[in-house]
């Protein structure tokens, strides 16, 4: 039982981990709890629409890939999160039009990652 509950825990572990290193979720520029609250929700939000724009580009990566080839691909998370903080921001002044989420979609489904089978990291003595 245990042994199937802590692996059920690594994806929450994983989110958490991106929420700290990606979009700097330990270090809040604002002084006041409005802010602070603020900049936690904006956060979500944003996390919330690269796993969006990345579950649908995974997708149409999967549909149209050759099944020839040696490994499987998916999109690159890291890639998206950095175009969605350059670009939301130029949204939600006005600056952008909501196409260039279409855009973004695009250019993740082009910039994609190998799935490497049996992956694994050696521990460092």
């Not at 991106?18 to 936690?40: D, H, P």
């Not at 995974?58 to 890939?65: N, Q, R, V």
């Not at 998206?80 to 002044?93: E, T, V």
Request: proline fraction near 2%; charged fraction near 30%; aromatic fraction near 12%.
């Amino acid at each position: 039982m245990f042994k199937e509950l802590y692996f059920q825990h690594w994806p929450v572990e994983l989110k958490y981990k991106e929420l700290k290193s990606r979009f700097a979720m330990e270090e809040f520029s604002g002084a006041t709890a409005t802010s602070i609250i603020q900049e936690f929700y904006i956060n979500m939000l944003l996390s919330n629409l690269v796993s969006l724009i990345k579950n649908d580009a995974d997708e149409e990566i999967d549909i149209t890939s050759k099944s020839s080839n040696k490994f499987r691909y998916q999109a690159n998370r890291a890639f998206i999160i950095g175009r969605i903080k350059i670009i939301f921001p130029k949204i939600l002044c006005d600056l952008s039009k909501l196409s260039v989420i279409e855009k973004l979609y695009k250019e993740a489904v082009r910039c994609r990652s190998q799935i490497l089978p049996g992956r694994s990291f050696q521990e460092k003595n």
